[in-house]
């Protein structure tokens, strides 16, 4: 199985484009259709775009101070404590499984950001408590 995987991982790593290509592409792809179904000449799609792109920027800062806040909340030694006690009472891997989605679902219900973070981090506590969890990249995050 490892064999396989690592066969796939190698073909994504050599053939997969890099994100940066797809957002170019589909930046020319929009250009394109802008100008042949809307009456906009070169120049006001080039204003269009660099409107868009300030406005997206603003929007970006926005998510990213609800996952940064998110994180903080998180991050909180009560928060920790409930995630630690309820790990210790999964006992299994499939409660434990069943307890993480859960307690991400209800933390996404106060702050989709804090329910993000909480599921990672109750990823990250029940793999360190509960055996038979599959532990991969989560744990670094501690």
């Known amino acids: 199985m490892q064999r396989i995987s690592n066969a796939f991982v190698v073909m994504?790593?050599?053939y997969l484009p890099d994100a940066w290509l797809f957002a170019i592409?589909?930046?020319?792809?929009?250009?394109?259709m802008g100008?042949?179904?809307t009456p906009a000449g070169p120049l006001d799609m080039i204003t269009y775009w660099g409107d868009g792109f300030f406005n997206l920027l603003a929007f970006s800062m926005q998510m990213t101070l609800v996952l940064v806040t998110g994180h903080v909340m998180a991050s909180t030694k009560p928060v920790k404590a409930v995630l630690q006690a309820?790990?210790?009472s999964a006992g299994?891997?499939?409660?434990?499984?069943v307890i993480t989605t859960l307690v991400a679902a209800v933390a996404s219900w106060i702050?989709?950001?804090?329910g993000l973070i909480v599921g990672?981090?109750?990823?990250?506590v029940v793999a360190l408590i509960v055996s038979g969890i599959v532990v991969g990249l989560?744990?670094?995050?501690?």
Not at 92 to 97: K, N, P, S, V
Not at 111 to 114: A, D, I, K, P, V
Not at 120 to 124: D, I, K, Q, R
Not at 138 to 142: E, I, N, S, T
């Open 35 to 37: 100008l042949i179904f």
């Open 86 to 88: 309820l790990a210790r």
């Open 120 to 124: 990672a981090l109750g990823y990250c």
């Open 25 to 32: 592409l589909l930046t020319l792809v929009v250009f394109i």
């Open 138 to 142: 989560g744990l670094l995050l501690l």
């Open 92 to 97: 299994t891997a499939g409660r434990a499984i």
């Open 111 to 114: 702050n989709w950001g804090f």
């Open 12 to 14: 994504m790593q050599r």
